[in-house]
């Protein structure tokens, strides 16, 4: 595959449309496709993966009920038209 993305955090192979926006706090791979537009925002983990165009990763969620984080895990999935949120998928 041509034109893999590279750097401290992408692991094995990955691509990024040069028109997605991914945190260099998102940590990508193996095997994850980041379709056009798309959003990858800081503290989401995605592997195995295919985020199509204009999806939107939302990373790090703060709870203050439960005094905990929670980051975004998305492990042999596909992203189409939902927005991706605390571990659960919500629709736009």
């Not at 401290?8 to 691509?15: A, K, L, P, R, Y």
């Not at 800081?42 to 990373?59: M, P, S």
């Not at 189409?80 to 736009?92: A, H, I, K, T, Y």
């Given at each position: 595959?041509?034109?893999?993305?590279?750097?401290?955090?992408?692991?094995?192979?990955?691509?990024?449309?040069?028109?997605?926006?991914?945190?260099?706090?998102?940590?990508?791979?193996?095997?994850?496709?980041?379709?056009?537009?798309?959003?990858?925002e800081?503290?989401?983990?995605?592997?195995?993966?295919?985020?199509?165009?204009?999806?939107?990763?939302?990373?790090i969620?703060?709870?203050?009920?439960?005094?905990?984080?929670?980051?975004?895990?998305?492990?042999?999935?596909?992203?189409?038209?939902?927005?991706?949120?605390?571990?659960?998928?919500?629709?736009?």
């Open positions: 595959m041509k034109n893999l993305s590279t750097g401290e955090n992408i692991i094995g192979d990955v691509f990024i449309h040069p028109t997605a926006t991914v945190d260099s706090g998102a940590k990508l791979g193996p095997n994850v496709t980041i379709g056009a537009g798309a959003i990858v800081k503290g989401t983990r995605i592997k195995n993966a295919i985020v199509l165009e204009d999806c939107h990763i939302q990373g969620q703060t709870s203050q009920a439960y005094n905990k984080s929670f980051r975004t895990h998305l492990d042999n999935g596909l992203c189409d038209w939902l927005e991706f949120r605390n571990r659960q998928m919500v629709p736009d």
